[in-house]
Protein backbone atom coordinates (compact mmCIF):
# COMPACT_ATOMS: atom_id res chain seq x y z
CA UNK A 1 0.00 0.00 0.00
CA UNK A 2 2.90 2.61 0.62
CA UNK A 3 4.35 1.42 -1.99
CA UNK A 4 1.59 2.49 -4.26
CA UNK A 5 0.52 5.82 -2.24
CA UNK A 6 4.47 7.08 -3.02
CA UNK A 7 4.56 6.31 -6.40
CA UNK A 8 1.05 8.12 -7.32
CA UNK A 9 2.52 10.85 -4.58
CA UNK A 10 5.73 11.63 -6.65
CA UNK A 11 3.81 11.10 -10.14
CA UNK A 12 1.69 14.91 -9.36
CA UNK A 13 4.62 16.39 -7.14
CA UNK A 14 6.47 17.00 -9.74
CA UNK A 15 3.77 18.77 -11.52
CA UNK A 16 2.91 20.84 -8.54
CA UNK A 17 6.26 21.64 -8.32
CA UNK A 18 6.70 22.87 -10.84
CA UNK A 19 3.51 25.04 -10.93
CA UNK A 20 4.19 26.50 -7.08
CA UNK A 21 7.78 26.67 -6.62
CA UNK A 22 9.80 29.45 -8.20
CA UNK A 23 13.29 31.17 -7.95
CA UNK A 24 11.67 33.97 -7.39
CA UNK A 25 10.02 33.00 -4.05
CA UNK A 26 11.14 29.83 -3.30
CA UNK A 27 10.31 29.86 0.44
CA UNK A 28 6.52 30.71 -0.19
CA UNK A 29 6.21 28.15 -3.10
CA UNK A 30 7.60 25.48 -1.05
CA UNK A 31 5.00 26.04 2.04
CA UNK A 32 2.06 26.12 -0.76
CA UNK A 33 4.07 22.96 -2.35
CA UNK A 34 4.01 21.48 1.16
CA UNK A 35 0.15 21.99 2.01
CA UNK A 36 -0.68 21.18 -1.42
CA UNK A 37 0.72 17.99 -1.65
CA UNK A 38 -0.61 16.75 1.61
CA UNK A 39 -4.45 17.43 0.67
CA UNK A 40 -3.63 16.20 -2.70
CA UNK A 41 -2.31 12.71 -0.65
CA UNK A 42 -5.30 12.93 2.02
CA UNK A 43 -7.71 13.29 -0.38
CA UNK A 44 -6.55 10.15 -2.55
CA UNK A 45 -6.32 8.73 1.03
CA UNK A 46 -10.28 9.85 1.55
CA UNK A 47 -11.09 8.48 -2.15
CA UNK A 48 -9.05 4.67 -1.38
CA UNK A 49 -10.78 4.44 1.96
CA UNK A 50 -14.12 4.94 0.06
CA UNK A 51 -13.33 2.92 -3.04
CA UNK A 52 -12.60 0.28 -0.53
CA UNK A 53 -15.25 -0.09 1.40
CA UNK A 54 -17.01 -0.29 -1.93
CA UNK A 55 -14.84 -3.23 -3.66
CA UNK A 56 -15.06 -5.08 -0.79
CA UNK A 57 -18.94 -4.47 0.15
CA UNK A 58 -18.12 -2.71 3.39
CA UNK A 59 -20.43 -0.20 4.62
CA UNK A 60 -17.97 1.19 6.82
CA UNK A 61 -14.12 0.24 7.80
CA UNK A 62 -12.63 0.09 10.91
CA UNK A 63 -11.38 3.34 12.45
CA UNK A 64 -7.86 1.50 12.64
CA UNK A 65 -7.95 0.79 8.73
CA UNK A 66 -9.07 4.13 7.64
CA UNK A 67 -6.13 5.41 10.04
CA UNK A 68 -3.56 3.36 8.52
CA UNK A 69 -4.68 4.55 5.10
CA UNK A 70 -4.53 7.88 6.29
CA UNK A 71 -0.82 7.44 7.75
CA UNK A 72 0.63 5.81 4.61
CA UNK A 73 -0.61 8.85 2.72
CA UNK A 74 1.07 11.31 5.22
CA UNK A 75 4.50 9.96 4.36
CA UNK A 76 4.00 9.00 0.97
CA UNK A 77 3.44 13.10 1.05
CA UNK A 78 6.75 12.93 2.83
CA UNK A 79 8.80 10.82 0.99
CA UNK A 80 7.66 12.44 -2.23
CA UNK A 81 7.76 15.91 -1.13
CA UNK A 82 11.36 14.95 -0.18
CA UNK A 83 12.58 13.10 -3.34
CA UNK A 84 10.37 15.76 -5.54
CA UNK A 85 12.38 18.82 -3.79
CA UNK A 86 15.99 16.86 -3.76
CA UNK A 87 15.20 16.32 -7.46
CA UNK A 88 14.41 20.37 -8.69
CA UNK A 89 17.11 21.40 -5.86
CA UNK A 90 19.77 19.36 -7.71
CA UNK A 91 18.76 20.54 -11.22
CA UNK A 92 18.31 24.11 -9.51
CA UNK A 93 22.48 24.09 -9.01
CA UNK A 94 22.87 22.74 -12.22
CA UNK A 95 21.12 25.65 -13.66
CA UNK A 96 22.84 28.09 -11.61
CA UNK A 97 26.50 26.59 -12.91
CA UNK A 98 25.45 27.06 -16.37
CA UNK A 99 23.61 30.55 -15.52
CA UNK A 100 27.68 31.39 -13.79
CA UNK A 101 29.41 29.51 -16.82
CA UNK A 102 27.51 31.51 -19.04
CA UNK A 103 27.89 34.79 -17.79
CA UNK A 104 31.55 34.33 -17.92
CA UNK A 105 31.88 33.44 -21.12
CA UNK A 106 29.32 36.39 -22.32
CA UNK A 107 31.61 38.77 -20.78
CA UNK A 108 34.81 37.48 -22.49
CA UNK A 109 32.39 37.75 -25.46
CA UNK A 110 31.78 41.38 -25.00
CA UNK A 111 35.41 41.93 -24.43
CA UNK A 112 36.23 39.97 -27.39
CA UNK A 113 34.10 42.38 -29.39
CA UNK A 114 35.55 45.21 -27.97
CA UNK A 115 39.04 43.96 -28.69
CA UNK A 116 37.79 43.89 -32.19
CA UNK A 117 36.25 47.21 -32.59
CA UNK A 118 39.81 48.77 -30.78
CA UNK A 119 41.96 45.96 -33.49
CA UNK A 120 45.07 48.11 -34.68
CA UNK A 121 43.97 46.62 -38.18
CA UNK A 122 40.77 48.22 -38.07
CA UNK A 123 42.42 51.77 -36.65
CA UNK A 124 44.70 51.78 -39.13
CA UNK A 125 42.65 51.22 -41.99
CA UNK A 126 40.07 54.21 -40.64
CA UNK A 127 43.16 56.80 -39.71
CA UNK A 128 44.44 55.94 -43.43
CA UNK A 129 41.10 57.12 -45.06
CA UNK A 130 41.02 60.02 -42.77
CA UNK A 131 44.31 61.26 -43.64
CA UNK A 132 43.46 60.75 -47.25
CA UNK A 133 40.29 62.94 -46.86
CA UNK A 134 42.16 65.22 -44.62
CA UNK A 135 44.25 66.51 -47.71
CA UNK A 136 41.52 65.79 -50.59
CA UNK A 137 38.46 67.38 -48.52
CA UNK A 138 38.35 69.02 -45.15
CA UNK A 139 34.46 68.62 -45.06
CA UNK A 140 34.25 64.87 -45.88
CA UNK A 141 37.25 64.60 -43.28
CA UNK A 142 35.09 66.33 -40.30
CA UNK A 143 32.15 63.91 -41.01
CA UNK A 144 34.66 60.82 -40.97
CA UNK A 145 35.56 61.51 -37.79
CA UNK A 146 32.74 62.39 -36.32
CA UNK A 147 31.51 59.58 -37.19
CA UNK A 148 34.27 57.71 -35.76
CA UNK A 149 34.35 58.95 -32.64
CA UNK A 150 30.30 57.74 -32.51
CA UNK A 151 31.58 54.80 -33.11
CA UNK A 152 34.38 54.41 -30.95
CA UNK A 153 31.95 56.02 -28.00
CA UNK A 154 29.36 53.89 -28.64
CA UNK A 155 31.28 50.51 -28.23
CA UNK A 156 33.21 51.83 -25.02
CA UNK A 157 29.77 52.82 -23.23
CA UNK A 158 28.02 50.10 -24.17
CA UNK A 159 30.32 47.28 -23.50
CA UNK A 160 29.16 46.33 -19.88
CA UNK A 161 25.10 46.46 -20.98
CA UNK A 162 23.30 43.87 -21.66
CA UNK A 163 21.12 45.36 -24.06
CA UNK A 164 20.28 48.91 -25.50
CA UNK A 165 17.29 50.39 -27.61
CA UNK A 166 17.13 49.38 -30.60
CA UNK A 167 16.42 52.87 -32.59
CA UNK A 168 20.42 53.47 -30.44
CA UNK A 169 21.87 50.52 -32.46
CA UNK A 170 20.75 51.09 -35.67
CA UNK A 171 21.93 55.04 -35.25
CA UNK A 172 25.77 53.28 -34.30
CA UNK A 173 24.60 51.00 -37.49
CA UNK A 174 24.78 54.08 -39.43
CA UNK A 175 27.77 55.86 -38.26
CA UNK A 176 29.81 52.32 -38.45
CA UNK A 177 28.15 51.98 -42.49
CA UNK A 178 29.11 55.44 -43.11
CA UNK A 179 33.15 54.60 -42.51
CA UNK A 180 32.59 51.06 -44.68
CA UNK A 181 30.88 52.96 -47.49
CA UNK A 182 34.13 55.56 -47.30
CA UNK A 183 36.42 52.48 -47.49
CA UNK A 184 34.35 50.20 -50.13
CA UNK A 185 32.17 52.76 -52.04
CA UNK A 186 29.31 51.40 -54.29
CA UNK A 187 30.94 47.26 -53.97
CA UNK A 188 28.62 47.27 -50.84
CA UNK A 189 24.88 48.09 -50.32
CA UNK A 190 23.02 48.33 -46.79
CA UNK A 191 19.59 48.93 -46.51
CA UNK A 192 17.27 49.83 -43.46
CA UNK A 193 13.24 49.31 -43.44
CA UNK A 194 11.14 51.80 -42.21
CA UNK A 195 9.17 49.31 -40.08
CA UNK A 196 12.38 48.24 -38.36
CA UNK A 197 13.76 51.90 -37.59
CA UNK A 198 10.42 52.55 -36.01
CA UNK A 199 10.13 49.41 -33.96
CA UNK A 200 10.30 49.41 -30.14
CA UNK A 201 12.74 46.76 -28.20
CA UNK A 202 16.05 46.32 -27.15
CA UNK A 203 19.17 43.62 -28.52
CA UNK A 204 22.48 42.92 -27.43
CA UNK A 205 24.68 45.85 -27.98
CA UNK A 206 26.80 45.86 -31.22
CA UNK A 207 25.18 42.95 -32.20
CA UNK A 208 23.97 44.43 -35.87
CA UNK A 209 27.40 46.08 -36.59
CA UNK A 210 28.98 42.28 -36.00
CA UNK A 211 26.12 40.35 -38.30
CA UNK A 212 26.98 42.99 -40.97
CA UNK A 213 31.32 42.70 -40.40
CA UNK A 214 30.56 38.88 -40.90
CA UNK A 215 29.00 39.40 -43.94
CA UNK A 216 32.39 41.73 -45.30
CA UNK A 217 34.25 38.97 -44.18
CA UNK A 218 33.48 35.83 -45.41
CA UNK A 219 32.53 37.29 -48.74
CA UNK A 220 33.75 38.56 -52.07
CA UNK A 221 32.42 41.84 -53.62
CA UNK A 222 32.55 44.86 -56.18
CA UNK A 223 31.61 47.57 -57.31
CA UNK A 224 29.72 45.37 -60.50
CA UNK A 225 29.18 42.39 -58.05
CA UNK A 226 28.11 44.29 -54.34
CA UNK A 227 27.66 42.90 -51.43
CA UNK A 228 23.71 43.33 -50.48
CA UNK A 229 22.59 43.37 -46.97
CA UNK A 230 19.15 44.22 -45.68
CA UNK A 231 18.11 44.73 -42.24
CA UNK A 232 13.91 44.29 -41.72
CA UNK A 233 11.68 42.89 -38.71
CA UNK A 234 9.58 39.92 -38.93
CA UNK A 235 7.82 37.79 -36.37
CA UNK A 236 9.18 39.91 -33.40
CA UNK A 237 13.14 39.23 -35.22
CA UNK A 238 15.16 41.87 -36.33
CA UNK A 239 16.27 40.21 -39.99
CA UNK A 240 19.55 40.59 -41.19
CA UNK A 241 20.06 38.56 -44.57
CA UNK A 242 23.25 39.28 -47.36
CA UNK A 243 24.20 37.57 -50.45
CA UNK A 244 26.41 35.22 -50.90
CA UNK A 245 29.79 34.67 -52.69
CA UNK A 246 32.22 32.99 -50.73
CA UNK A 247 35.66 33.87 -50.68
CA UNK A 248 38.22 31.40 -52.88
CA UNK A 249 40.14 31.04 -49.95
CA UNK A 250 37.60 31.56 -46.88
CA UNK A 251 38.55 33.43 -43.43
CA UNK A 252 39.33 31.18 -40.95
CA UNK A 253 36.66 32.43 -38.13
CA UNK A 254 37.25 34.06 -35.34
CA UNK A 255 34.22 33.14 -33.58
CA UNK A 256 33.97 36.36 -32.52
CA UNK A 257 30.42 37.11 -34.33
CA UNK A 258 27.49 34.52 -34.36
CA UNK A 259 28.60 32.62 -31.01
CA UNK A 260 29.30 36.19 -29.10
CA UNK A 261 25.39 37.15 -29.77
CA UNK A 262 24.09 33.74 -29.31
CA UNK A 263 25.55 33.58 -25.73
CA UNK A 264 24.62 36.89 -24.70
CA UNK A 265 21.27 35.83 -25.91
CA UNK A 266 20.97 33.01 -23.58
CA UNK A 267 21.23 34.92 -20.86
CA UNK A 268 19.23 37.66 -21.80
CA UNK A 269 15.75 35.80 -23.04
CA UNK A 270 13.72 32.18 -23.86
CA UNK A 271 14.24 32.51 -27.36
CA UNK A 272 17.58 32.07 -29.50
CA UNK A 273 18.54 33.75 -32.80
CA UNK A 274 18.23 31.12 -36.01
CA UNK A 275 20.15 31.42 -39.20
CA UNK A 276 19.11 29.89 -42.64
CA UNK A 277 21.18 29.41 -45.11
CA UNK A 278 18.52 29.54 -49.05
CA UNK A 279 18.97 30.55 -52.53
CA UNK A 280 22.29 32.51 -52.05
CA UNK A 281 21.21 34.27 -49.12
CA UNK A 282 22.23 34.19 -45.42
CA UNK A 283 20.03 35.37 -43.09
CA UNK A 284 20.15 35.42 -39.55
CA UNK A 285 16.91 36.39 -37.12
CA UNK A 286 17.70 38.00 -33.74
CA UNK A 287 14.78 38.44 -31.52
CA UNK A 288 13.91 41.87 -30.15
CA UNK A 289 14.06 41.46 -26.87
CA UNK A 290 10.94 42.73 -25.06
CA UNK A 291 9.69 42.03 -21.00
CA UNK A 292 7.64 39.38 -22.12
CA UNK A 293 10.74 37.54 -23.48
CA UNK A 294 12.34 37.71 -19.90
CA UNK A 295 9.25 35.90 -18.37
Given at each position: ?????V???I???RA?H??????A?P????MA????L??????????L?R???Y???I????????Q?IY???T??A??????????????Y????D??KR????????K?NA?K?QI?????F?N?????EL??E????A??????L?K??????G???K???AL??EL??????M????M?????VI?S??G???N??G????????L???NA?????FS???P??????V???C??VS??????????V??GV?L????V??A?L???KP??SKA?GVFT????I???A?H?
Open positions: MIFLFQLSFYSVQRLVSTHYGGLYSVTLLLNNLVAYVALTGLFFDGLPFLQVHVYAMAFISGTYTSAYYLHQMIDAEKLETVAMQEMLQDPHFMNFSILSIVDGRLVKFLDNSVYRYVINHDDTVSAAFLDSYYLMSRYEDAVVSELRSPRIPPVSLQLVELKHNRATQLLVRLSADGVVNTMHPLASPTSTGSNITRYLCNRRVDVYLPITDLE
